[in-house]
């Protein structure tokens, strides 16, 4: 590996920090905006990484794809990835709606497989987007991969991506029907955790202003104030 090549690697995968960098301040202000405004946040936990080059170099040859930064980054869209686990089915949704609305988020390819699970019982949002990331020398469009499921389908996830690596994708039929049971108690899980949600706080209670973050309407008041005053001044002043 020359010198040259080497610092354009180096500067290839840094970019590539940079975007999940980018989406976790998203998301972290989302949670902010949550914790806020609303009372409660959508928002359980979020995970980031981004491949190792070794990863990487292994899914190339996997895929006989060329060994060139530009036929990498056109083909291989989970370099970087985001996964954020939420409370509930509904969340999701919300969560992705409101990442994907952002008019500097560009939506390549939405995977549904809560609407249309695996044959494994799998179930989880996908959304591969493309986000710039603002360098000394101008922006660059970076692919992201955003994993969007609940708690109840985290754990089951993870579940089977031990078993997966075990057998090393040979899982057995045993096995198999286990965790495809598993599945469905994890989606009924989720199902009746919500209707428990909806039974105390209502249908609409994600919409619900917090008590306990209204602004003080004296404080209001003299806000106006000030900005009338500072208006009158302005004006007094561009007459003299």
Not at 9 to 28: G, H, I, N, P
Not at 89 to 115: C, E, P
Not at 175 to 184: F, Y
Request: overall charge negative.
């Amino acid at each position: 590996m020359t010198q040259a090549f080497r610092l354009q690697f180096q500067r290839f995968m840094m970019e590539y920090q940079f975007a999940v960098d980018e989406v976790l301040t998203k998301v972290s202000i989302l949670r902010e905006e949550f914790l806020y405004l609303h009372k409660y946040n959508p928002i359980e936990h979020i995970t980031s990484r981004v491949k190792t080059p070794e990863s990487i170099m292994r899914k190339v040859s996997q895929r006989n794809i060329h060994p060139s930064l530009t036929a990498i980054r056109e083909n291989i869209s989970d370099i970087a990835g985001v996964r954020i686990t939420c409370s509930f089915v509904k969340d999701i949704y919300k969560v992705l709606n409101t990442l994907t609305a952002q008019n500097d988020i560009r939506v390549i390819q939405i995977k549904d497989y809560i609407k249309n699970p695996k044959p494994s019982g799998y179930k989880s949002v996908h959304a591969i987007v493309e986000i710039p990331v603002f360098l000394s020398d101008g922006p660059v469009n970076v692919v992201v991969e955003l994993q969007i499921r609940t708690i109840a389908q985290d754990f089951w996830a993870s579940l089977e991506h031990k078993i997966f690596y075990k057998y090393d994708g040979e899982v057995p039929a045993h096995l198999a029907t286990e965790l495809a049971d598993a599945a469905a108690v994890a989606t009924k899980l989720d199902m009746q955790m919500q209707r428990l949600h909806t039974e105390v706080h209502g249908h609409d209670a994600n919409d619900e202003k917090s008590e306990g973050q209204e602004v003080d309407s004296d404080v209001i008041q003299g806000l106006l104030m000030l900005a009338k005053e500072a208006s009158t001044s302005k004006d007094q002043g561009e007459t003299e």
